[in-house]
């Protein structure tokens, strides 16, 4: 079945650090990618998707390449800054699997000023 | 506009009572999703609906679990017997249709407390 691996939190960094975190996924179709962000007291929030292979998903200075071969969709961001502090989940959604999404299971990231 | 609300925001209850909690989707989302949401771990999917009939209830976990959507918009999540393992955040997504590049929005979602 369709799945989501990603790195293990959790992952501190000082500001301006660059930041990478890895997502790989196994699916039986061609799924839709995203990464979700979860802030400190807030719902989920979608922060950026990709559609197709080679799409490339950015949103407020993070980005992530939709990678067939390599079957990963890893978030990168230049400079993290302090407000960056949030809990990361990728995800992936499947119109064969009546487009539920599978997330998971969180890469909380904390930046120190 | 207003987002997907969910109802209540916190309930605990006793071991073996009944709980319903509500959410509001979106208005116009025909499609609409809960996920269950344990400590320490992402969202797992539990039912979907597109329109009032349920076309997917493959994650809830046993018969105990039971949603409706009577009228195509607000849907009710209800548990029977409720046991410790219950014990999560629930919440709830609607999007537009249920193509699976539409974004889906989340609720706030209700953290269920069984003691």
């Known amino acids: 079945g369709n799945s989501v691996t990603q790195m293990e939190g959790p992952v501190t960094l000082s500001e301006e650090a660059f930041l990478t975190i890895n997502c790989t996924y196994t699916?039986?179709?061609?799924?839709?990618l995203f990464w979700y962000v979860q802030y400190p007291g807030e719902g989920l929030q979608l922060l950026l998707k990709a559609t197709k292979a080679d799409d490339k998903g950015s949103n407020k200075g993070f980005e992530a390449t939709y990678r067939k071969e390599t079957t990963s969709f890893h978030l990168e961001k230049g400079s993290v800054q302090v407000s960056d502090s949030a809990v990361y989940f990728c995800a992936l959604s499947d119109r064969s699997s009546a487009s539920k999404i599978i997330f998971g299971s969180g890469t909380r990231l904390s930046i120190r000023p | 506009g207003a987002g997907v609300s969910q109802t209540p925001s916190n309930k605990v209850t006793e071991k073996g009572k009944y709980v319903e909690l509500r959410c509001d989707p979106i208005s116009g989302h025909t499609a609409l999703y809960w996920y269950r949401q344990s400590l320490g771990q992402g969202p797992e999917f539990l039912i979907y609906?597109?329109?009032?009939?349920?076309?997917?209830d493959s994650g809830l976990p046993n018969d105990r679990f039971f949603a409706v959507r009577p009228e195509g918009s607000v849907s009710t999540l209800k548990i029977q017997r409720t046991e410790r393992g219950d014990s999560a955040v629930y919440l709830c997504?609607?999007?537009?249709?249920?193509?699976?590049?539409?974004?889906?929005?989340f609720g706030p979602g209700t953290r269920l407390t069984v003691l």
């Open positions: 699916a039986t179709g061609y799924p839709s």
């Open positions: 997504a609607s999007s537009e249709t249920s193509v699976s590049y539409n974004e889906q929005f």
């Open positions: 609906f597109q329109g009032t009939g349920a076309a997917d």
